[in-house]
């Protein structure tokens, strides 16, 4: 089946980097856009950015530009969301989400990763 | 940007009830619209997609409708499964965005 395996939980220090990882399985890796989205303690959703793992190329959301970086390892099926600079403000989980429709690039999502927690503190 | 406004952000209702969610868009988008479930600690579940059609294997007692504008979410007869927070998305243009949620709790 289908499926989005993370990484496990992050404790980082403001002005750290977190890289957070996203093994997908059961379908053709190139064929769907992968999302990340992430919601802060008792908050909503929020969308990041979406990566083409058949190509490289990202979108961010702007308040991301110049912060986040999404990478995508073909060899392993997982892609990568690297946030710079973190402040306490980024604690939150963090889901990778595949897009649904194969090529379509705004999307809507299923399956989700399972989170990744970060905690951002001194 | 494209807003979405959710309401309520919070109802209480008991098993068995009709329960309507609305979204409401800050511009048009047709019906590139998404309904999720989530449940404390878990991750979101696709319900609804294309403002109306069901996902596979979701209760037919979620339906949703609209478009352009306006969007509800409506379960027919609520279940104790069913109490957890909604989300509308859009995924018209970019950035894609989320309503805040519709949290529903047992009455």
């Known amino acids: 089946q289908v499926q989005l395996v993370q990484s496990g939980a992050e404790v980082k220090k403001p002005g750290a980097s977190v890289k957070v990882s996203c093994k997908a399985s059961g379908y053709t890796f190139s064929s769907y856009y992968l999302h990340w989205v992430r919601q802060a303690p008792g908050q909503g959703l929020e969308w990041m950015g979406v990566i083409d793992p058949s190509g490289d190329s990202t979108i961010y959301a702007q308040k991301f530009q110049g912060r986040v970086t999404m990478t995508r390892d073909t060899s392993t099926s997982t892609v990568y969301m690297e946030l710079n600079s973190l402040r306490s403000e980024d604690t939150a989980v963090y889901y990778c989400?595949?897009?649904?429709?194969?090529?379509?690039?705004?999307?809507?999502?299923?399956?989700w990763g399972q989170g990744t927690l970060l905690t951002v503190s001194s | 940007d494209i807003q979405l406004t959710q309401s309520p952000s919070f109802l209480s209702a008991s098993v068995g009830d009709r329960v309507t969610i609305t979204c409401r868009a800050s511009q048009g988008i047709s019906t590139d619209l998404a309904w999720y479930q989530q449940k404390p600690g878990k991750a979101p579940k696709l319900l609804i997609y294309?403002?109306?059609t069901l996902q596979s294997a979701v209760p037919s007692r979620f339906s949703g409708s609209g478009s352009g504008t306006e969007f509800t979410l409506t379960i027919g007869s609520l279940q104790p499964e069913d109490f957890a927070t909604y989300y509308c998305?859009?995924?018209?243009?970019?950035?894609?965005?989320f309503g805040g949620g519709t949290k529903v709790e047992i009455k």
């Open positions: 294309a403002a109306s």
């Open positions: 998305h859009h995924f018209n243009n970019f950035p894609l965005t």
């Open positions: 989400a595949r897009g649904v429709v194969r090529g379509l690039i705004a999307n809507w999502f299923d399956p």
